[in-house]
């Protein structure tokens, strides 16, 4: 009897240090939840119902000024510039980018000529820190651009980017060619663990490359292919397009993402307008958040499952 | 005997996609490599001839840079003080590496425990709300948190963005981790309980050095991109400006005795060469597949 009460409570004295254990390992976690992103939410929900006053440096009053301001973005050129430059840089990544990042992701799972060189120089503009790339390429379309022009087809051209007709272009050019990196590695990496056996059945049908990656690869990613999108719809709103590095504050309205309208107002005005930036934030949350869970849901329902 | 030679018979997929990538390979070679010629030039040489290799390459812009590419900052004590080059790396060392070690470490325990203990529903919700968190576009918060940093005493510190990065949300890394842990027989804790290891211990010289290989890839990957941006410590760390902000800053700059092409491109390359460094000795296991020692059966 004895000995079994000592194993009941060495039992019970390991399960309580076990348990102890446990939520240790959970209390950081668990306090960094609660203040930095629940609490820091309801302080957003909080803002946008005050404004800050000058003299008691400090957030007072509960309003709906903030509100209705943030409704009035909508009507501003500001939001029509905006969600149509953020609806083109989607499009161009979804349409443009999406399917040559799996083609060059095939071309390396396939081992095709020189794979290894094209994998680093894919992945490499990831690497590079993008206020580095960004600017260096800036510089090579204001100064170098003009003069290859010139010593190519004798014109002269201003720069790129100065130009206000390709400016914008020029900008989504830079965010596709720079923009393959992690997705492509990903990718290949997801393409690795195709089971050989399955390729190998479809060349003895006779599949050629575009047929194996329709009918093979791509469902064999499209675990991958879906996080992805889902992301992207995510971020559609606060993408910046790198255009505070492009520019500064100092880029046209006609250029402005909602991403690069909300950085650019927190530097530019301060305290002042963090209680309507806060509104317009539960606003447009309130706008995407639903979007990005309709994509996720689409995607599980109609796309190709686990088998 | 007669050696037969067989030519590998390509699609024109492969060719296709060949020639898209080299245009793409020498896209990017160009520029970069412009770049890196400009950087050779000296501002007059620069004026007479923006395209070609320079005449007389020197290398004196990575020299003035370092000496003269300081950032203006503002104290606490609301005096001004000019950060050269050599404090700006440590700040981007501190930053980044605390933020990299910060959120590996947060998502490496936070996915044992959700793992390796049968709290089912408790890990579930974890679970969930990581997920949730990942999915949930949360737009325009940041005026929030700079002002929960204010009200914390973790704005314009070092320590702050570094506490406010160590955690398991929003990312991959938490279900990297995860799958990691449930992938891992359960012989080699059992093993270690059975000689009578804690759970601390089983924690930190069975689970950690199990995956530690990835782990490090997490870090190095983190701490690359951490280094590379300045946004987050334009904002919070605005005193302490790391080496991303100083190119950035230096890029807007006026003063017209460093301000030239030539010497804001070579700003640029003194930020590349430690990620390139890194790179070049890790480029495998940052662009590999990760694989974990077996267990004798």
Known sequence: MNLKNIQKTNKLQNSLKKNTFYFILLLWPLIHFLVFYLYVNLNSILLAFRSYDFDKKQFVGFGLDNIKKAF???????????????????????????????LFAFYIYKKMLFHNFFKFLLFLPSIIPSVAMVLIFMYFTEEAYPDLANLLFNTQVEGL???PNTAFATVIFYTLWAGFGTSVVMYASAMSTINESVVEAAKLDGAGPLREFISITFPSVYSTFSTFLVVSVAGFVTNQLNL???????????FYTIGYYLFRE???SGKLQYPYLSALGIVLTICVAPLTFLVKYLVNRFGYGED | MKLEFKK????????ILFTVLVLYALSMICVIAWGFITTMKTAVEFRLDRLFLPTEPTFENYILAFSKMSVEVSLKDGSRALVAIPMQILYSIIYAGGCALAGALACFITAYATTRFKFKKVNSIVYNIILFTMVLPIIGSLPSQINVAQSLGLYNTLYGPIIMS???LGGMHYFIFYAMFKSLSNTYFEAAYIDGA??????VRIAFPLVFNTFLVIILLQFISYWNEFQTPMIFMSSYPTLALGVFNFSLGSDTRYSYVPMKITACFILIVPVIILFACFHEKMMGNLRIGGIKE
């Not at chain 2, 804690?198 to 924690?203: D, I, P």
Request: glycine letters at 4%; charged letters at 15%.
């Open chain 1, 72 to 102: 009035e973005f909508f009507t501003l050129p500001y939001f029509k510039y905006s969600i149509k430059n953020s609806c083109v840089a989607f499009g161009v990544s979804f349409f443009i980018g999406t399917p040559l990042g799996l």
């Open chain 1, 161 to 163: 980017l100065q130009n």
């Open chain 1, 244 to 254: 505070y590095t492009f520019f500064s504050t100092n880029a046209e309205p006609k």
């Open chain 1, 266 to 268: 927190i530097n530019v």
């Open chain 2, 8 to 15: 590998k018979h390509r699609k024109p997929l492969e060719y």
């Open chain 2, 166 to 168: 160590a955690h398991p």
């Open chain 2, 198 to 203: 804690s759970e601390l211990q089983v924690l």
